[in-house]
């Protein structure tokens, strides 16, 4: 998510509102501090990442988690 979001230029703050979500909600998502986000989040995340929210990005979501365990 981090990496797809510097690829694009963008801030936290940037994704969070093309998301509609606060910043703090959406770094929690991005640095692992919540592991369980909604699915609409993901689909709000994805959207504003320019990303198909499919089967790859909710996969490289869960790898990204794995590795802040």
Do not use: W
Not at 1 to 24: C, P, T, Y
């Amino acid at each position: 998510m981090r990496k797809r979001r510097v690829e694009l230029g963008l801030s936290q703050e940037e994704v969070a509102n093309m998301a509609d979500m606060a910043r703090a909600v959406y770094s929690h998502i991005e640095v692992g501090r919540n592991k369980n986000p909604s699915i609409a989040q993901m689909e709000s995340i994805a959207k504003a990442l320019k990303v198909k929210p499919d089967i790859n990005f909710f996969r490289d979501f869960c790898d990204e988690m794995e590795q802040t365990s």
